[in-house]
């Protein structure tokens, strides 16, 4: 199916970006806030940012992994509600940015919503045969 294709590749380049650029290679500051507006100081900040970042890329990873996973989606769609809602109580600030977390997340979510709705339709076509 080309269509859950090209959506496990974007989801798995944009979960790889994400946790690569702003969280690694440039520790982005305005990732570094959002530690810090946990309580947590500066180094630690850093740390746990580049950590996220790791589990970030890793999640990517899955999707190349298991391209047919409904779990996999069911747990992007979850963690990216928990994620936006963490932002919106965090940083709300960041809620009026330019590509901002609403976008990203709601897109990357409704990947996976179409994601789902295409294994399904593969899986009720491969038990009617």
Known sequence: MRPLFTIQLTLALLWLYQG???KILFQ??????????????????????????????LFGLFFLKWPRSILLHSLNIIGLIG??????????????????????????LMLSVVAVQLIVQEQNKDLKQ
């Open 20 to 22: 690569l650029v702003p």
């Open 83 to 108: 994620l936006l809602l963490l932002i919106i109580y965090i940083a709300p600030l960041q809620l009026t940015a330019a590509f901002n977390p609403v976008v990203m997340n709601i897109a990357m």
């Open 28 to 57: 982005s500051p305005d990732e570094i806030i959002i530690w810090q507006n946990m309580g947590i100081d500066l180094v630690l900040a850093k740390i746990l940012l580049g950590l996220s970042g790791g589990i970030e890329m």
